[in-house]
């Protein structure tokens, strides 16, 4: 079993902390993981992106360039790397804030309101829990959503407590969301 | 048994280190090996360390010099431009007889060039880099799991050979987190100072040591310089280390280091699973470069393909370790702006 | 029959490479003498330059290291914390701690670094036959400044012990020099005073020596102690120029 996916957005949505979860979920239960930052001038405008490989072998490249799955945030990110989907993957795209259409025929697309989700949470700001609810429900064959969320109280509980439960309940709205339409 | 956990590659470098007994860091802030020096002024100072943020590369080369000298377990990590300066008192250390660890985070030149992942280091790093002959042992890990297994090492290698020792990532084996375990914690207390240290008569049976490059006697210098030579013999014949995978005598034969090295294993398992006749030859020291065992696994080659972040520097190892003409050689590299992917190194490879 | 003067135990008996009438004889012999009455010389450690003192430690029973050129306060702050109990100074001259070094050698004093340094100022790098040093006075001739030091193309002479004062971080700075017996025993006892204060710890401390060059200068030993009395002290006055300490010990 291997995995990996690009996540990528804005610089403040999140998009490494996300990516950082699954690597300390899959750390947490004795998987292989890495994950990758852009750095630099990639992150020149207005998009961060990070690439995380979960597998139970040895990881080879930490770097992907046809990534399996992609959850991209917003429209810069959209035109980087939707092309870049290895064909028959999975693209999960923010439908709160991407206006473009989306242009291939030969991967899956999931249109998920990640900002709307978050909303209803407790905070916008928590969209990147969405995302990380509806990619739990695609690798629920990996984890579990407990360990997804317990996972994101390590990351994030000692920092910011207060944004646990919202946090936590986006996650669930996620989950909740990709679970309805698949 | 440890646990294992998430860790940032630049933070890992700091936790090895002073898990391997180092409990002095002299660093300057240089784009992308910072990260080091963050990690030890947090991390030295629960364990009884120190760091210092020297006022340049020169000074914090040579407080890891002094520090070394004085027999500790002593380390500074930069990038590129940073060693270029470093390479003072690497030379005066080479010449002196000095251990002490330098990580030089390679990123791309030449002169300010980018911060992005390179290693076109190689030729600064392995021909010497600065005056003198002399050499300086390198690894050049491909994980950062490597990394944590290679710094105990690297301590010991330094101070049984009395010579400095790099180890090179880049920013990408910096920048990037993993899944890593730490097997060791070195207590510093338990390693022994060495009779050569400089720290004070009462410590060495009150005769002086002396530490110096300096010998102004001709015949003297020669002399020291292959007495030098035969220290470098023998690190060439006991140190070499190297990883290969792949059949037992490819058709193809791939030679690379570092990153490259780890992007390339993704096209390679694809590629011996379909029963290519291929093997990747991955050098772990770069200096002492593992040529013996390069030239044995590339007699039946036709084919040696060298992949680097740079625009062709290990390739002249390659040649003269192989040092057959009849053989096909072919480069390719990406000299400090991109990274190799890996669909571009199985189109490499598939010819 | 009582003695009152014998050759400090520390000091090699071996005949030095100075030039007749050069004052770093003097200064090894003082910083020997003042090792030896405070029995630190089995846990000290020297730093030896680049410039005439690179030989240094052939002349005093210490353990020493030879520095790349300038960083002698950086090799001696690593020494240091390698070893706190140890006493650390560095042994310089003018070029090497206030030209090529003169980073290392501020901060030494900016950290506060808790070791003692040297620096011989004779206004001329000796070593590599009598150029310009950053200590060389306004209208002296030397082989790079051959029509005599002009600030307008040479600049200023730099006052070290002065500016190392103005540092936070400094203990203890001085200017003395080593052309009379009187201003002999005023170095020993900042030699003495110095190595208190860092065996407790104080933070750095520098003193300069204001010594002679009779060779570059092309003078007799008697004309170039002549030269640094009357001549060198108008524009390095001698003098504790910063003493954290000095109320209580001196």
Redesign the interface.
Known sequence: MTRNLVVAGFGGQGVMLLGQILALAATEKQLNATWLPSYGPEQRGGTANCTVVISDEEIGSPVVDKPMYTIIMNNPSMEKFEKMVEPNGTVILNSTLITMEPKRTDVNYLKVPANELAEQAGSQRSANMVMLGVIGWLWKDIFTLEELEQAMVEKVGDKRPQLVETNKKAIELGYEFAKNII | MSERILMKGNEAVGEAAVRAGCR?Y?GYPITPASEIAEYMAYRLPQVGG?F?Q???E???S???????????Y?MTASSSPGISLMQ??LS?MAG?EVPGLFVDAVRGGPGLGDIQAAQSDYFQLTKGGGHGDYHLIVFAPYTIQEVINIMPIAFETAFKYRNPVVIAIDGLIGQMMEAVEFPYFVNPDEVPLPNW???????HG?K???????ELDPEKLEAINWRLQAKYHEIEEKEPRYDYVGVEAPETLVVAYGTVARVTMSALKKMLAEGKSIGLFRPITIWPFPGKALAQKAVNAKRIVVLEMSAGQMIEDVKLNVFDPNKEYEFHGHPGGTTFTPSEIEQILRG | MKIVYERPKTLEKVVNHYCPGCHHGILHALIAEVLDEMKL?????G??PVGCA??A?NYL????????HG?AV??????????P??LVFTYQGDGDAASIGL??TL?GA??GVNVTTFMYNNAIYGMTGGQMAPTTLLGMKTTTSPYGRDPKREGYPVKMAETIALQDGTAFAARSALFNPRAITETKNHIKHAFELQMKGEGFTFIEVVGTCPTNWGMTPVEASEFAKNEMVKTYPLGIKKDVKGSETR
């Open positions: 002095l002299f120190t210092i020297a006022e340049s020169l000074a914090a040579n407080m890891v010099y002094g520090a070394a000298a004085a027999g500790k002593a003072e008192a005066y002196a240290a400089l720290s004070g008569k009462f410590r009150y002086k040591n002396v530490n110096t490059s300096l | 010389a089995d846990k000290t450690v730093v030896a690179v030989m430690y029973d210490i353990d020493w290291i030879e520095a790349p960083r950086a090799i001696a702050t690593g020494i240091k914390l390698a070893h109990d140890v980073a290392e901060y900016i950290r």
